[in-house]
């Protein structure tokens, strides 16, 4: 039900980097994280690229709609000083550029399509499996052993159902999860639809029952954000499989690699 990484660096590398950048990546690796999640989203030209916000201003200087703005604008931007002087000159990553880092240093990859507007949904989940799967097509087109096999692909995820259902669409063969912050009363109608692999869900709003339930119905539970390592520990007792963090320097991967 979860042949993945259990514990994962959140957008990354959590809040010890850039989020989203390929800083992030390397502060994961210093910290022992061979499995990050990251966002990617669309930009006006359909460049899909490492993003969270749709809006410029936090990790990006300036105004404006990430999918309103060409890739040729954003790539010249800084999207590392807004975190630490250290970081200044740190750019903004393509899909392209993330999954062959990923790849090339044992990284296991979350892979959470956040269209920047529910208008580009459908497009943004088109997109980002196709990308996905084209990294990935000879390790689609060899056999597969087992969970072993399944393992090593990316799992897709996403809060919203017209991307994953795209997603599905255009690359059924890669696992899907779906994303939630409160667990809804039709979970499990939802992920038979999409035939999602496991659900995915805000820690905090979470239940043990709830997770009973999940886990008795044969899908894999997952939850964001968990900066505690006492929360780690209490929610992998109910049955949840596998968390992001930010805090990577405190959640200890090695300490979670072999449970």
Same mark, same amino acid.
């Given at each position: ?22 800083? &992030? ?6 910290? &022992? ?49 807004? @975190? ?50 084209? @990294? ?63 659900? @995915? ?35 992998? &007792?109910? &049955? ?20």
């Amino acid at each position: 039900m979860w042949p993945y990484p259990r514990a994962l660096a959140h957008r990354g590398g959590g809040t010890l980097a850039p989020e989203n950048t390929l800083a &992030g990546f390397r502060a994961g690796l210093q910290f &022992g994280y061979r499995a990050a999640e990251f966002d990617v989203m669309l930009t006006r030209d359909e460049v899909p690229i490492l993003m969270h916000d749709p809006q410029r201003g936090r990790t990006l200087p300036g105004v404006g709609a990430i999918a309103e703005t060409d890739w040729a604008e954003l790539q010249g931007l800084d999207a590392g000083a807004w @975190h630490s002087p250290g970081f200044a000159g740190e750019r903004i990553c393509t899909l392209a550029q993330a999954l062959a880092f990923c790849s090339d240093h044992g990284i296991w990859m979350n892979v959470e399509i956040k269209p920047g507007a529910p208008a580009h949904a459908r497009r943004t989940g088109e997109l980002t499996a196709q990308a996905v799967a084209r @990294h990935f097509a000879t390790r689609l087109q060899a056999p597969r052993d087992g969970a072993d096999g399944v393992a090593q692909l990316p799992l897709l995820s996403s809060f919203s159902l017209a991307a994953l259902r795209a997603a599905r669409e255009v690359a059924p063969e890669l696992p899907r999860g779906f994303l939630v912050d409160v667990v809804p009363a039709d979970w499990e109608s939802r992920l038979v639809e999409l035939d999602a692999v496991a659900l @995915h869900t805000n820690h905090k709003h979470l239940e043990p029952a709830q997770a009973r339930r999940i886990k008795d119905a044969g899908f894999g539970l997952f939850c964001y954000t968990v900066n505690d390592p006492g929360r780690a520990a209490e929610i992998a &007792g109910w &049955g949840v499989d596998g968390f992001c963090t930010d805090r990577i320097d405190l959640v200890h991967a090695a300490q979670w690699s072999n449970r």
